[in-house]
């Protein structure tokens, strides 16, 4: 059939204007990831940023939220020093990202030979603060914190504290004790949180500083009981137990609970995590999770979390300063 010459100048035309619109601002299609993605989590398995890892990967696959899988690998070595080395010398810092605690924070600190700059991290979602509270045995008999005081006072460094990794966040604790209130705790670094929470439910150690989400099964258990919490209110899981701030010390402290992207992410990249992560914070799921594990905090990212960044990194300088863990 012949084509006229009409015809073949109206198609050139509309080929002329589809190009057009194509290059328009604002048409192009958004970044979305083009293969799995690498979700490293910068703690061991069973802790609370093992498990929050893990339902963010549920929420995202059980929601279809995400074009590609997250797939969760647990980076605990060094104190997280592992993770960091993984995420910065990503291959594809677009599709990479990490769980991070407040390791990001201590362990560059405390390692600047790793030559990482927690800045250069793409600020994709803090997505809550955890809390902590001391925790001991019901064997022990000690139903409050001034029993507490008295024991580990009296069994000096034969009282042991276990904790996740070394001068992070249980430790700092550990040594906010022990300064404040003249004992001489033993602390004993874990790789995890839920290993922590296991080797107090077994009487290995004597106390622990577990986040709630580590510890909540062995406390509906029943083995374990909760003396104090570093909050500066009560938190609603337990309304019975005091603050530290109700003893007599204005002390609270919490642990980020954050999505950050790989140096070297793309801004396409970023903002496609944090559009997700969003949609990962205001599900139900997550919702009821803050809920049940008593987290607090609103979702913050971008600037906003890189403000944040920066003066957490400055708490935690003065932190290890004071424990001499740097100078």
């Given at each position: 059939m012949a084509i006229s010459r009409r015809h073949i100048l109206g198609l050139a035309g509309a080929l002329s204007i589809g190009a057009l619109v194509a290059g328009l601002p604002g048409t192009a299609a958004a970044w979305e990831p083009t293969k799995p993605?690498?979700?490293?989590?910068?703690?061991?398995?069973?802790?609370?940023?093992?498990?929050?890892?893990?339902?963010?990967?549920?929420?995202?696959?059980?929601?279809?939220?995400?074009?590609?899988?997250?797939?969760?690998?647990?980076?605990?070595?060094?104190?997280?020093?592992?993770?960091?080395?993984?995420?910065?010398?990503?291959?594809?810092?677009?599709?990479?990202?990490?769980?991070?605690?407040?390791?990001?924070?201590?362990?560059?600190?405390?390692?600047?030979?790793?030559?990482?700059?927690?800045?250069?991290?793409?600020?994709?979602g803090r997505m809550a603060e955890d809390t902590f509270l001391?925790?001991?045995?019901?064997?022990?008999?000690?139903?409050?914190?001034?029993?507490?005081?008295?024991?580990?006072?009296?069994?000096?460094?034969?009282w042991v504290m276990g904790g996740t990794g070394k001068a992070q966040e249980d430790e700092l604790l550990t040594e906010f004790l022990n300064n404040n209130f003249g004992l001489s705790i033993k602390y004993v670094p874990y790789k995890g949180g839920g290993t922590v929470a296991k080797q107090l439910a077994g009487k290995h150690i004597n106390s622990s500083v577990n986040n709630p989400s580590e510890a909540l099964g062995?406390?509906?258990?029943?083995?374990?009981?909760?003396?104090?919490?570093?909050?500066?209110?009560?938190?609603?899981?337990?309304?019975?137990?005091?603050?530290?701030?109700?003893?007599?010390?204005?002390?609270?402290?919490?642990?980020?609970?954050?999505v950050v992207g790989a140096p070297g992410m793309s801004a396409d990249a970023e903002k496609y995590f944090q559009d997700l992560f969003a949609k990962v914070y205001n599900s139900a799921k997550w919702q009821k999770y803050r809920k049940d594990k008593s987290l607090f905090g609103d979702l913050m990212a971008g600037d906003a979390l890189k403000a944040y960044w920066q003066e957490q990194r400055e708490r935690h300088r003065k932190m290890l300063t004071e424990m001499g863990a740097i100078k």
């Open positions: 993605i690498d979700f490293i989590i910068m703690a061991g398995k069973g802790g609370g940023a093992d498990k929050m890892a893990r339902l963010m990967q549920a929420i995202v696959e059980s929601e279809k939220m995400a074009s590609k899988p997250l797939v969760p690998v647990n980076k605990s070595g060094g104190s997280g020093a592992e993770a960091l080395i993984a995420a910065k010398g990503a291959n594809d810092p677009d599709h990479t990202i990490m769980v991070t605690l407040n390791s990001f924070f201590t362990t560059p600190l405390r390692q600047p030979k790793l030559g990482i700059d927690i800045m250069t991290f793409a600020p994709v001391l925790w001991v045995h019901k064997d022990s008999g000690i139903k409050t914190f001034e029993e507490f005081l008295a024991k580990a006072k009296a069994d000096g460094n034969k062995f406390y509906e258990s029943g083995d374990v009981v909760p003396l104090v919490s570093f909050t500066a209110e009560r938190l609603p899981l337990f309304p019975d137990v005091p603050t530290l701030k109700e003893k007599g010390k204005d002390f609270s402290y919490g642990m980020q609970r954050a």
